[in-house]
C-alpha cells in the first residue's frame, strides 16, 4: 500500500473509533418512572372533564293531619252558640244516645266519627265537669258533653258547616244553652230537660194552662220550669211555653199541657213514668199538635 493511501486509512479509522467513543459516552435519555405515586401521576395528567349530575327528585312531603286540641264555642246565625273543635269543626249529638252510651255503630259511625280528645281543653264559655269520656260498643274512647256522645258529620265541608243539623230529625248541633231536647228510643220522641236529660210527662186530667197536679202528686211528679225556651231548630219553638199555676208558681207547657218530671226517673232516658195508671205519657216534641 502507498505510504499516502496508508495515512487516510490511518485517519479513518481514528474519525471512526472517536464517533463510536463519543456515542457510548454521551448521557442516557430521561424515563419516567413507573412506580410515581398516584397522586404525583394525577398532578402531571390533565383532568379529564366531570358532567354534573342532577340531584335526585325529592317526592314531595304530605302535610301532617291538624289534630284538635281543644272544644270552643262558635256563633251560627241562626242556630246561636254551638261547640266546635279549635279547629273549626261542628259537634253534634244523636237523639238514640240518651242515657250515655252511644247508639251509633257501624256504618253509622262513617257518616258521624265519633269525637274524642283524651284531656278536653276548652275555650272560654264552656265548663270543664260538663265533659266527660265513655268507652264505645267498639271499645274506643268517645268524649261526652253533659253525657251526650259527641260526633262529626262527614257532610261538613268547611269549618262552621253545621248541615248536620235536623238530619233525620235524630241529629241536631251540641250547644251550652239548651233548655229542652228529646231523646228517641224504639223509633219513639220524647222530650227532655236538657239540663238532666230526665223524661218529661204530661197528666190526662190536666188541662191547657191548668195543672190538677198538686200536693202529693206533685212530690211524685215534680213541675218542670224554664225561663228560656232553647231547643233543636227542627222543635217549633212556639209550642213551649209557660203559665202561672193556681198555686202561683209558673210551670212550663208544651202545646199547653203542663210538663213534668217522675221521681222514679233517676237516670238519663229513664222512662218509668210512661203509662203509669193510664193517666201519664211523654211527649213526642216533633209530632204534629192536636186537633
Not at 395528567?45 to 342532577?54: F, L, R, S
Not at 272544644?71 to 253534634?92: H, W
Not at 235536623?166 to 227532655?192: A, C, M, Q, R, S
Not at 220550669?225 to 231547643?231: E, G, N, P
Amino acid at each position: 500500500m502507498k505510504p499516502k493511501y496508508l495515512i487516510m486509512a490511518v485517519i479513518a479509522l481514528v474519525i471512526l473509533g472517536g464517533g463510536y467513543w463519543w456515542w457510548a459516552m454521551r448521557p442516557a435519555p430521561s424515563v419516567q418512572p413507573t412506580n410515581v405515586p398516584p397522586a404525583q401521576q394525577a398532578a402531571n395528567t390533565a383532568p379529564a372533564p366531570v358532567t354534573p349530575v342532577a340531584p335526585a327528585p325529592v317526592p314531595p312531603t304530605a302535610p301532617a293531619p291538624i289534630v284538635p286540641t281543644k272544644v270552643v264555642l262558635r256563633e251560627n246565625p241562626k242556630l246561636g252558640k254551638y261547640l266546635a273543635d279549635d279547629i273549626g269543626r261542628t259537634l253534634y249529638v244523636f237523639a238514640k244516645d240518651l242515657g250515655g252510651q252511644s247508639a251509633c255503630v257501624g256504618k253509622c259511625l262513617e257518616v258521624w266519627p265519633a269525637f274524642y280528645l283524651p284531656k278536653v281543653a276548652i275555650g272560654p264559655g264552656l265548663d270543664a265537669p260538663d265533659f266527660s269520656t265513655i268507652t264505645r260498643p267498639d271499645g274506643m274512647p268517645q268524649t261526652t258533653y253533659y253525657g251526650w256522645p259527641v260526633y262529626y258529620y262527614s257532610g261538613d265541608a268547611a269549618p262552621g258547616d253545621v248541615n248536620g243539623e235536623g238530619v233525620n230529625k235524630l241529629w241536631f248541633v251540641t250547644k251550652p244553652d239548651y233548655t229542652v231536647i228529646f231523646g228517641n228510643k224504639d223509633n219513639v220522641n220524647y222530650l227532655v230537660d236538657a239540663e238532666t236529660s230526665h223524661t218529661l210527662y204530661k197528666f190526662s186530667k190536666d188541662a191547657p194552662d191548668v195543672s190538677n197536679c198538686s200536693g202529693a202528686c206533685a212530690q211524685n211528679w215534680p213541675l218542670f220550669k224554664t225561663d228560656k225556651i232553647v231547643a233543636p231548630s227542627f222543635i217549633d219553638a212556639a209550642r213551649l211555653g209557660n203559665f202561672v199555676r193556681t198555686d202561683k208558681a209558673s210551670q212550663t207547657a208544651f202545646d199547653r199541657w203542663p210538663l213534668y218530671f217522675f221521681v222514679q226517673d233517676k237516670a238519663p232516658g229513664d222512662l218509668k213514668g210512661q203509662g203509669l195508671n193510664g193517666l201519664w205519657s211523654t211527649v213526642d216534641p216533633l209530632a204534629p199538635p192536636a186537633r
